[in-house]
Structure formats: structure tokens, C-alpha cells
């Protein structure tokens, strides 16, 4: 069964932390993604990644960078917290290329910052 | 740049049936998605169009116009369960969504 895990679904930071969001997919997907969701903005992307080492700015890449040193782990960190960081955060994964490869996605984290 | 448009919220009735409407401008296309997500859930998977034409999946259609930039998704038999937000994504080399159309139905 196909399986997209998230490291937290609750998370409690303090402004100006560092925080490490961890996203695990068992499919063996190239393509990872990870979003934000917030009330009447929708998904928005943050970053995806093709492959390992790879990365790629989605439409809101500011005050985020992101890891992929293994296939199947893709992490997303906040180098400061701040409080606008406040969101439900959505990892996804799906297969390469640009067919209709539907996207799996985690269950979520939602992050509070304060 | 991309602009994907779809009502903020609609209601209907258990049993009847719902059209809910997409618009996309956008500088590529690689196809049409819709995703179901329920309160507090991941979204999850519903359809995809490349083509132009009408895709039946049960209770469930999609429709695409690439010429017009235009997509719906028809949910008919309308059940308590369906009372979600749906999210319509269009694929370039990434998927972008749209913000979401929330159904309520009402028994």
C-alpha cells in the first residue's frame, strides 16, 4: 500500500528556531513535493525535487530551503521561524515525468509558530 | 505566471448531483487533475484529463476543454460523504492548484 509518512503532525515552535519538517514515501517515486495549505490561499508549493540531490523552487520558496540526500526522504527546513510561517505543511510524492502521475501526499504537520 | 479559478464553496442536496467548475490560464499543459480532501485529511486522489472529453469514474466526471481552459468535475448520487473541499491542479512540470471549492451537502 502506498505510503507517504510525516515525521510530527503537531509542532510547537518558537520564532527564530530551526525547524526540520522530515517526509518519508516507501514507492520508490522520484518526484517530492512539499506544500503549504492555509485558509482561503489553498496549496501553494514550496519546493520539489526530481531526483536525489536535486531541488527545485516551487512559488513560495522564501524562508525555506529543503534536503533530499536519499531517495526516499525529502526535508523541509525553516532556518527562522517566524510566526507568518504558521500553516499546515503537505508532503507528496508521485513518479517521474510529466504524464498523469497522480501525487501521494502525507497526512500533513500542522506547524505552530509563536 | 498561472491562474486556476474555482468557486469558493457550493451546497447541494444528498442525492442529487453537483458540477463544480474550473478555470486555468497557464503557460504550459500537461494535463488536468482533481484531488478530494476532507477536513483535516490529505487530498487524495480523483481524476486526470490530457484529452478534451468527459472521464466517468463511478458517481464521478471529469471534464476538460483544453481550447477553452475550462474543466468540471460532476459528482452525482450526491452522499453525506462527499461533503469535502475539491481541489483542481493543473500540470506543467509541477502540479499548481487551485485554492479549493468547499461542497457542503445538506440531507
Known amino acids: 500500500d502506498v505510503k507517504v509518512t510525516q515525521s510530527s503532525r503537531y509542532l510547537v515552535k518558537r520564532t527564530g528556531e530551526k525547524v526540520f519538517l522530515e517526509c518519508v514515501q516507501d514507492?520508490?517515486?522520484?518526484?517530492m513535493f512539499w506544500y503549504r495549505q492555509d485558509p482561503g490561499l489553498g496549496l501553494r508549493l514550496i519546493y520539489f525535487?526530481?531526483?536525489?540531490?536535486?531541488?527545485e523552487k516551487g512559488d513560495i520558496p522564501e524562508g525555506y530551503s529543503v534536503s533530499r540526500e536519499k531517495k526516499e526522504r525529502f526535508s523541509l527546513i525553516l532556518e527562522s521561524a517566524s510566526t507568518n510561517q504558521t500553516s499546515m505543511y503537505l508532503c507528496?510524492?508521485?513518479?517521474?515525468?510529466?504524464?498523469?502521475?497522480?501525487?501521494?501526499f502525507g497526512p500533513g504537520t500542522r506547524l505552530t509558530v509563536t | 505566471g498561472q491562474n486556476i479559478d474555482q468557486p469558493t464553496e457550493m451546497t447541494a442536496t444528498e442525492g442529487a448531483i453537483v458540477q463544480i467548475n474550473c478555470t486555468y490560464q497557464?503557460?504550459?499543459?500537461?494535463?488536468l487533475f482533481w484531488y478530494q480532501q476532507h477536513a483535516g485529511e490529505a487530498p487524495t486522489f480523483l481524476s486526470y484529463?490530457?484529452?478534451?472529453g468527459l472521464e466517468e469514474k463511478g458517481r464521478f466526471s471529469s471534464f476538460l476543454s483544453r481550447s477553452k481552459g475550462y474543466s468540471y468535475l460532476l459528482l452525482k448520487e450526491l452522499q453525506m460523504k462527499d461533503s469535502a473541499s475539491y481541489l483542481c491542479?493543473?500540470?506543467?512540470?509541477?502540479?499548481?492548484f487551485g485554492k479549493g471549492t468547499r461542497l457542503h451537502i445538506l440531507p
Open positions: 497557464t503557460s504550459g499543459f500537461n494535463g
Open positions: 507528496a510524492s508521485s513518479w517521474p515525468g510529466v504524464g498523469g502521475y497522480e501525487q501521494y
Open positions: 525535487s526530481y531526483d536525489v540531490k536535486m531541488k
Open positions: 491542479g493543473n500540470r506543467d512540470d509541477k502540479i499548481i
Open positions: 484529463n490530457v484529452l478534451d
Open positions: 514507492m520508490d517515486h522520484e518526484n
